[in-house]
């Protein structure tokens, strides 16, 4: 993740008492499943955004999930861009995300990695900004950059 930051986040409901309200950072989260991690990591290599990536469920929830998402929001504040590997991820994150997101939320890009996961989404009324060209990691990192850009969607 790109670690210029803007402020520093306070997390809804608690946990990082002290700190100033939650600002929109250019952090990247990469939410995805245990096995993703290693591929994402290798995948994101392009200039100016490094990556750090969340493990938010294996076939279930991961148990720290809730914790994890927190803990990233007080380190890094709001991420500029979220990318779903798939519509599992969405359906175990996305409520922690919106607390933790608050009014910030409408910023956020989100980004898919394929058809299905994009419809999850648009589904959840979130604005998907793009999606990937192929199912990969690499495409989807190739995404999230375009996404970032001033230039427009994937």
Same mark, same amino acid.
Do not use: N
């Given at each position: 993740?790109?670690?210029?930051? *803007? !402020?520093?986040?306070?997390?809804?409901g608690g946990g990082c008492e002290g700190l100033a309200p939650? +600002?929109?950072?250019?952090?990247?989260?990469?939410?995805? !499943?245990?096995? =993703?991690?290693?591929? &994402?990591?290798?995948? /994101? *290599?392009?200039? =100016? #955004?490094?990556?750090? /990536?969340?493990? #938010?469920? *294996?076939?279930?929830?991961?148990?720290? &999930? +809730? !914790?994890?998402?927190?803990?990233?929001?007080?380190?890094? !504040?709001?991420?500029?861009? &979220?990318?779903? @590997?798939?519509?599992?991820?969405?359906?175990? /994150?996305?409520?922690?995300?919106?607390?933790?997101? =608050?009014?910030? &939320?409408?910023?956020?890009? @989100?980004?898919?990695?394929?058809?299905?996961?994009? *419809?999850?989404?648009?589904? +959840?009324?979130?604005?998907?900004?793009?999606?990937?060209?192929?199912?990969?990691?690499?495409?989807?990192?190739?995404? #999230? +950059?375009? #996404?970032?850009?001033?230039?427009?969607?994937?």
């Amino acid at each position: 993740m790109a670690r210029v930051r *803007r !402020g520093a986040a306070t997390v809804a409901g608690g946990g990082c008492e002290g700190l100033a309200p939650p +600002q929109l950072g250019s952090a990247l989260c990469g939410v995805q !499943g245990e096995a =993703g991690v290693q591929c &994402i990591k290798a995948a /994101s *290599r392009f200039p =100016g #955004v490094p990556l750090e /990536s969340l493990t #938010v469920y *294996r076939t279930g929830p991961h148990p720290g &999930i +809730q !914790g994890s998402l927190r803990s990233f929001y007080c380190k890094q !504040g709001v991420p500029a861009s &979220i990318a779903f @590997f798939s519509p599992s991820g969405l359906t175990y /994150s996305l409520k922690y995300i919106q607390e933790l997101s =608050g009014d910030s &939320i409408d910023q956020i890009k @989100f980004a898919a990695i394929g058809p299905t996961t994009a *419809r999850a989404l648009a589904a +959840q009324g979130l604005p998907v900004s793009g999606t990937a060209e192929s199912p990969t990691p690499g495409a989807l990192a190739a995404c #999230v +950059q375009r #996404v970032l850009q001033p230039t427009g969607p994937c």
